[in-house]
């Protein structure tokens, strides 16, 4: 595709519910990374994909996260059991290659999640 | 841990100034620093990208520079316009492959 996509654009959740976040990656994209970006802050890491591998999930906040990338494009973030704590900004991003080879980094717009 | 801080947080500036914004990072060890902008609402926009082994970019208005062995990076806006105003994110590679991204500088260029 054109560029990163991610849907939905705006998802309120009540506390306890489950949700599903996804990220379409530009088309040959390797490398994929989720993000979460509290109002007033900088992103903060959360997980990488290398293809279908999982390689790095060392930043999501608790074991109520989970990310998969089964075939190695769509990417879907999953939290269980929303609490407030985790209305945030979800930012997916992908890049042709490794950021240590010095490749661009490409964000969607994110998913602005709200849990009452 | 890296920890990325940029300064100050929020500018606002006449069109036309120049204008510098700063980022500093605490670990040396580092492959490459990116600029980003990002508008309310949306995704980020990478700006320039500065290899380890670089010391500046430019991007037409936009110069970035990089003194690695001090933990420094600048931004630089020549002429400034209303469409530049959005937040300007500073942030590093390094540690595997991901990014620390610091806070952001919220700018505003007005008439």
């Known amino acids: 595709g054109a560029g990163v996509s991610q849907s939905p654009r705006y998802k309120v959740a009540k506390r306890g519910q489950d949700v599903a976040l996804r990220c379409d990656p530009i088309?040959?994209?390797?490398?994929l990374f989720w993000y979460q970006q509290a109002l007033g802050q900088g992103p903060e890491f959360l997980t990488y994909?290398?293809?279908?591998?999982?390689?790095?999930k060392s930043g999501l906040p608790s074991d109520r996260f989970f990310a998969e990338r089964p075939e190695g494009s769509v990417s879907t973030l999953k939290i269980q059991r929303t609490q407030q704590e985790d209305s945030a900004v979800y930012l997916c991003a992908s890049s042709f290659g490794q950021l240590e080879g010095n490749e661009k980094l490409f964000f969607g717009s994110g998913t602005q999640l709200s849990v009452l | 841990k890296q920890e990325v801080t940029q300064i100050p947080a929020a500018l606002s500036v006449p069109e036309g100034e120049n204008l510098v914004l700063n980022c500093s990072f605490t670990d040396s060890a580092i492959y490459n620093l990116q600029w980003f902008r990002q508008d309310p609402g949306k995704g980020l926009t990478s700006l320039l990208l500065i290899q380890s082994s670089q010391r500046e970019q430019t991007s037409g208005r936009l110069n970035a520079s990089l003194d690695k062995s001090s933990g420094r990076s600048t931004l630089y806006i020549a002429a400034s316009q209303p469409g530049d105003s959005a937040t300007y994110l500073c942030a590093v590679g390094g540690g595997g492959n991901k990014l620390t991204f610091g806070t952001g500088t919220q700018l505003k260029v007005e008439l």
């Open positions: 994909f290398q293809n279908e591998a999982q390689l790095d």
């Open positions: 088309s040959g994209h390797v490398s």
